[in-house]
């Protein structure tokens, strides 16, 4: 079991890069995770204003409604706070053990670092004649757009991956979860599936109140 | 030295210490001692408990010597809490 994250109390080695890909809050949490959290969150709504695409709720990415720069930014802001609010008071009221506030704020702000993939995956030409062309198609919005079959294929793994980015984030959002606040087995997942639910609605409601209305 | 055994090989149930030697003059004391709560984790959850104790109880400290995060270290020392309660929670019961 090689890649299993380490687990004896042995120094440890130095970690693989799988191990920072998918279990990176058992080597960094508290301030050097908050730090990188906040500054990935501010760069993917940078890089998502350039393209008009939206974080719009914990879990949401949508392209197209153009805003001022500082909306995008807040979106990020606005969705890392929803869920981490929101799963430190369910984890007060669950876990039998005390944990760092700043621990699990810090990873979920990190966890959130797969939207900068996401997000520069939009500026590609191929995502942005896709979402062009099923805005016309599907809502007349916008302007007729030709879709040649590499921009389809290009179009789809685009997708794909931003699917599997988001699956990436969940896991990451879990796994800060788990660790911070040393939670395990169906009590973590339930919790964390009723907190995600519980922020999702939370932060589409604050993006909505603070930001569009 | 060999590591002290703590399950019984055959049927896994707690060992107890039948027998102590002096290692000056060979002295032997016979009788059925209870092996100490701290004493019966596991090697791993040994050596973390004297590391504990020598970094002063600092997770923060740990956490740098071991090269994890703040919360993995406490993580890892709620488990050994949780492994100690359980070993207590045992003994009294055997005791009666």
Request: charged content about 15%; aromatic content about 8%.
């Given at each position: 079991?090689?890649?299993q994250?380490?687990?004896s109390?042995?120094?440890?080695?130095?970690?693989?890069?799988?191990?920072?890909?998918?279990?990176?809050f058992?080597?960094?949490a508290?301030?050097?995770?908050?730090?990188?959290g906040?500054?990935?969150?501010?760069?993917?709504g940078l890089?998502?204003?350039?393209s008009?695409?939206?974080?719009?709720?914990?879990?949401?990415?949508?392209?197209?409604?153009?805003?001022?720069?500082?909306?995008?930014?807040?979106e990020?802001?606005?969705?890392?706070?929803?869920?981490?609010?929101?799963?430190?008071?369910?984890?007060?009221l669950?876990s039998?053990?005390?944990?760092?506030?700043?621990?699990?704020f810090?990873?979920?702000?990190?966890?959130?670092?797969?939207?900068?993939?996401?997000?520069?995956?939009?500026?590609?030409?191929?995502?942005?004649?896709?979402?062009?062309?099923?805005?016309?198609?599907?809502?007349?919005?916008?302007?007729?757009?030709?879709?040649h079959?590499?921009?389809?294929?290009?179009?789809?793994?685009?997708?794909?991956?931003?699917?599997?980015?988001?699956?990436?984030?969940?896991?990451?959002?879990?796994?800060?979860?788990?660790t911070?606040?040393?939670?395990?087995?169906?009590?973590?997942?339930?919790?964390?599936?009723?907190?995600?639910?519980?922020?999702?609605?939370?932060?589409?409601?604050?993006?909505?109140?603070?930001?569009?209305? | 030295m060999?590591?002290?055994p703590?399950?019984?090989?055959s049927?896994?149930?707690?060992?107890?210490?039948?027998?102590?030697?002096?290692?000056?003059?060979?002295?032997a004391?016979?009788?059925?001692?209870?092996?100490?709560?701290?004493a019966?984790?596991?090697?791993?959850?040994?050596?973390?408990?004297?590391?504990?104790?020598?970094?002063?109880?600092?997770?923060?400290?740990?956490?740098?010597?071991?090269?994890?995060?703040?919360?993995?270290?406490?993580?890892?020392?709620d488990?050994?809490?949780?492994?100690?309660?359980?070993?207590?929670?045992?003994?009294?019961?055997?005791?009666?």
């Amino acid at each position: 079991m090689a890649d299993q994250p380490p687990h004896s109390i042995e120094p440890q080695r130095r970690p693989k890069i799988v191990h920072w890909l998918f279990t990176p809050f058992v080597y960094v949490a508290g301030g050097t995770s908050l730090a990188i959290g906040v500054a990935a969150i501010l760069l993917a709504g940078l890089l998502g204003s350039l393209s008009n695409t939206h974080f719009d709720g914990v879990l949401d990415m949508h392209t197209g409604r153009p805003a001022p720069t500082r909306v995008f930014l807040l979106e990020g802001l606005i969705n890392w706070l929803c869920l981490a609010v929101v799963l430190f008071l369910l984890s007060r009221l669950v876990s039998r053990t005390s944990f760092r506030a700043r621990d699990l704020f810090g990873t979920q702000a990190m966890a959130r670092w797969p939207t900068v993939i996401t997000a520069l995956l939009t500026l590609l030409p191929a995502y942005q004649r896709g979402t062009a062309y099923l805005g016309w198609q599907l809502l007349r919005v916008g302007s007729q757009v030709q879709l040649h079959s590499a921009d389809m294929v290009l179009f789809g793994l685009t997708v794909m991956v931003t699917v599997a980015a988001i699956v990436w984030m969940v896991a990451l959002m879990y796994q800060s979860y788990s660790t911070c606040c040393n939670m395990k087995g169906a009590k973590a997942i339930a919790t964390f599936v009723l907190g995600l639910l519980l922020a999702e609605v939370l932060s589409k409601v604050a993006i909505v109140k603070l930001l569009i209305m | 030295m060999k590591l002290l055994p703590i399950e019984c090989p055959s049927c896994g149930r707690k060992l107890v210490v039948r027998q102590l030697s002096c290692q000056g003059c060979g002295t032997a004391v016979e009788g059925l001692y209870e092996i100490p709560s701290l004493a019966s984790l596991s090697r791993s959850d040994q050596q973390f408990v004297l590391q504990f104790v020598k970094a002063s109880g600092s997770l923060k400290q740990m956490a740098s010597l071991l090269g994890v995060s703040y919360p993995t270290v406490r993580s890892r020392l709620d488990q050994t809490i949780e492994e100690l309660e359980r070993l207590e929670t045992e003994q009294e019961a055997a005791n009666g």
